[in-house]
């Protein structure tokens, strides 16, 4: 049977809400709780409640799938779903939001409730989550708004606080309607993430600003609450009742009677119920990493000893129980603290996937397909049982994947002879250049162009961009890479000898295409993307008078795969020296729909490719980079299918192989790129290693510490677009 818990409460919201229905004749109601800390445990309508719960992320997931997947994580036995709302997804440009699509925020918090389930909600404004710039918005690094650039991130700088003070001033009143108190579903509010980890830096008066706000739109009766490693928790969060302090932490890093002592130390007594926030059933990646693969068997250990915690009262969310795709130019990055002598810095992007290794898959499968190991999902979904004495939900089909199969890529151009169709005119004028905020741009690629001597390359060449790119560059000549360049180097590179040139030719053109990745997402400072420095010589000289053009692609429809209206498409020249779109077509039959309307999902396999952006029907799916993997294949999500023709548009930016194809299979691959077999032995030591560490210091982590350890580790104007 299904557990009583699990039920009771919106069974009895039901049977009031069809009462009042009945004598008022309204068409919606909403009947109010109360959600309050009392003797060390939630208190929930006036009785003890434990919370088991998983992030899911809407911006993650196309809204088809959002009830399929909180169908998959509430069969395990979830009763709560906690969730971000990243700032920059909502507030694209100062003072313009977007509400709708995949943003719309509201709708997936309305289908929670409606699934019988209650939210911690995440409102920032940093969240971390390995998303571009930690969720803060592209723009406050561009000096075309109050402090850009220069502002005191994540502190009580005016200039910072300004931009917040707008954002919450909007985002707020609209979540006020979704608190428990009101008859929704948020119980609980978190303000800002792991702010233990800006160390020296941390801001009580900031923090205690956010509150203010808060209680201002929420009011006093919800939860508001801050989340830090144990370590860092009074660096984090504010003592006594000013805000409830609770604590995150993976699979055996902690003794729990430590973890959970460090959060009531900060808490007053009795109002310190046991939380872990962000339990990590697996790990963020970077591209060039292998993937990550933890233990089951810890995980599913360490997670019975929470629920065991404190006679059975302990709660517990999983970060993550889904965790969805990196669409477009939304994936963040890190920097770790070793690099090339020289470059100051290792920046590690994140791969496009955010399966996370989680129970849950990125295309809703049970377990690991793509990555191997036990099923998690079985393993949590027994632990629950086993914990809660009842059956929880049933769990829904496996979904279709489907292997489309091999997809030739007929069509090709080169980006070069794009340009005048992706930005019309002679691009931005810009005497010297800058980062691409400052053109307006908030991510994808920007390209640099100026006219240098031709008799400078003649012998050999120097070309020195002051500052490492941000985040990876390929250098032109009329039209051919002659270079490239890498963040994680030196911001200097030779140019090889180029005597091509005619006895009459005065100046050629000079082209840096800068790829931006992904923005740090440590949320500790700025991280801008293009070139970092005005000053850009070639052989000591300044070069001046550049044409900038911001390349965000938001329309694949401008790219000129055909000369003109009814002429022959161009037909592929592979490989391709230069940065190059390709495009190819494959058929999805509509008999192969769901009962729902949807087609089946497939995977996008291209281990010959390098480097480069992936378009389905013109949607940004996200980067691709199997010469660097683990990730070999993209996730190719149903709803995202047309009847009929869909289109694939690559964007290669390195290196394309000799047979310009690519093929949708049923199997995601996260192995390379090693071969699979290589891969699979070192999965199979590495559980062996892990299940020794049972109980143990974890296998890895994102923090700039330890677990167990008690320390942690104006320049010349320019014609710009303007924001």
């Known amino acids: 049977m299904l557990c009583a818990s699990w039920v009771t409460h919106f069974a ?63 069969s395990m036995g979830l009763n709560t779903i906690e969730l971000y709302i990243p700032w920059n ?59 850009g650039g220069k ?105 729990l009677s430590d973890a959970f002592g460090a959060q009531s130390k900060y808490n007053p007594p009795g109002k310190s119920p046991a939380l872990c926030s962000e339990f990590y059933p697996g790990w963020l990646v970077h591209w060039g990493e292998k993937m990550a693969n933890t233990s089951a068997q810890v995980l ?45 810095e290792s920046y590690q992007a994140h791969i496009t996937s955010y399966d996370y290794d989680c129970m849950v898959s990125e295309a809703g499968q049970y377990g690991q397909p793509g990555i191997g ?13 086993k914990h809660m004495g009842c059956e929880p939900p049933a ?12 997809v030739d890529l007929q069509e090709s151009v080169p980006l070069l002879e794009a340009l005048p169709q992706l930005w019309p005119g002679d691009g931005i004028v810009s005497r010297r250049p800058l980062p691409m905020e400052e053109y307006g741009q908030g991510g994808g690629l920007i390209l640099y162009r100026v006219k240098v001597k031709a008799e400078a390359l003649q012998n050999g060449a120097e070309l ?86 911001p390349l965000e692609l938001k329309d694949t429809a401008l790219i000129p795969f055909q000369t003109q209206a009814g002429s022959a498409p161009k037909a592929v020249s592979s490989p391709s020296p230069t940065p190059t779109f390709y495009r190819g077509t494959f058929n999805a039959d ?13 995977f996008l396999a291209m281990p010959a490719w390098s480097k480069g952006v992936l378009f389905l029907n013109g949607f940004n799916l996200g980067w691709y980079w199997p010469s660097a993997g683990p990730q070999m294949t993209m996730y190719i999500p149903g709803p995202m299918l047309q009847d009929g023709q869909n289109e694939l548009i690559l964007f290669e930016v390195e290196a394309s192989p000799k047979e310009a194809s690519v093929t949708l299979v049923e199997t995601p691959d996260f192995y390379g790129p090693k071969s699979k077999q290589q891969q699979q032995q070192q999965q199979q030591h590495d559980a062996m290693a892990q299940e020794e560490m049972h109980g143990k210091v974890a296998w890895s982590s994102r923090k700039p510490w330890k677990p167990m350890q008690d320390t942690l580790p104006n320049s010349d104007q320019q014609q710009m677009v303007q924001l």
Not at 103 to 125: H, K, N
Not at 305 to 334: C, D, K, P, R
Not at 373 to 381: D, S
Not at 475 to 492: E, F, H, P
Request: aromatic fraction near 12%; charge should be negative; include cysteine.
């Open 373 to 385: 190991g036990p099923n998690k999902y079985e393993m949590i979904r027994d632990a629950v049982k």
């Open 300 to 344: 599913t250990d360490s997670f019975s000893e929470i629920l065991a915690y404190n006679q059975g009262s302990g709660s517990v969310n999983f970060y993550m129980a889904h965790g969805g795709t990196n669409f477009g130019w939304t994936a963040g990055a890190g920097i770790a603290l070793y690099a090339e002598e020289g470059a100051g």
């Open 395 to 406: 769990s829904p089909p496996p979904p279709t994947i489907k292997a489309y199969g091999q």
């Open 590 to 602: 509509t008999s192969l729909k769901s009962k729902d309307g949807i087609l089946p999902d497939s």
């Open 151 to 255: 502002m005191h991130l994540r502190s009580s700088d005016p200039d910072y606080l300004e931009h917040v003070n707008r954002w919450f001033d909007v985002l707020l009143p609209k979540v006020a309607p979704y608190l428990y108190q009101r008859g929704g579903p948020v119980v609980m509010v978190q303000l800002e993430n792991e702010y233990g980890f800006i160390g020296d830096a941390h801001d009580k008066q900031y923090m205690r600003h956010l509150v203010k706000l808060a209680r201002k739109a929420l009011g006093d009766d919800i939860v508001l609450f801050t989340t830090d490693p144990p370590p860092v928790v009074e660096k984090g969060s504010l003592p006594d009742d000013e805000i409830f302090s609770v604590v995150d932490f993976g699979p055996g890093w902690y003794n």
């Open 12 to 74: 009895m919201n039901i049977v009031v809400l069809v009462l009042v229905l009945i004598a008022t004749g309204l068409s919606t109601v909403h009947t109010q709780g109360t959600f309050t800390l009392e003797n060390d445990r939630f208190v929930r309508d006036g009785k003890p409640t434990q919370l088991i719960s998983g992030s899911v992320h809407y911006h993650r997931i196309p809204v088809p799938y959002w009830r399929d997947r909180l169908l998959r994580v509430r």
């Open 89 to 147: 997804y909502h507030e694209r440009y100062p003072g313009e939001y977007t509400w709708d699509g995949m943003a719309d925020v509201f709708s997936f918090i309305e289908l929670i409730q409606e699934l019988e389930m209650v939210v911690l909600l995440r409102v920032g404004p940093y969240i971390c989550a390995e998303w571009d710039f930690g969720g803060l918005p592209w723009w406050l690094g561009s000096s075309q708004v109050v402090g």
């Open 464 to 549: 020195d961009v002051s500052s490492p790119v941000h985040d990876y560059a390929r250098i032109m000549v009329d039209g051919k890479v002659v270079a490239s360049l890498d963040r994680n180097k030196k911001a200097k590179v030779s140019l090889p000898v180029l005597d091509t040139f005619s006895s009459d030719q005065d100046l050629v053109t000079l082209d840096i295409l800068v790829e931006g990745i992904g923005r740090d997402n440590s949320g500790s400072k700025f991280d801008l993307k293009g070139l970092m420095s005005q000053d850009v010589y070639l052989n000591g000289d300044l070069l001046e008078d550049w044409r900038v053009f």
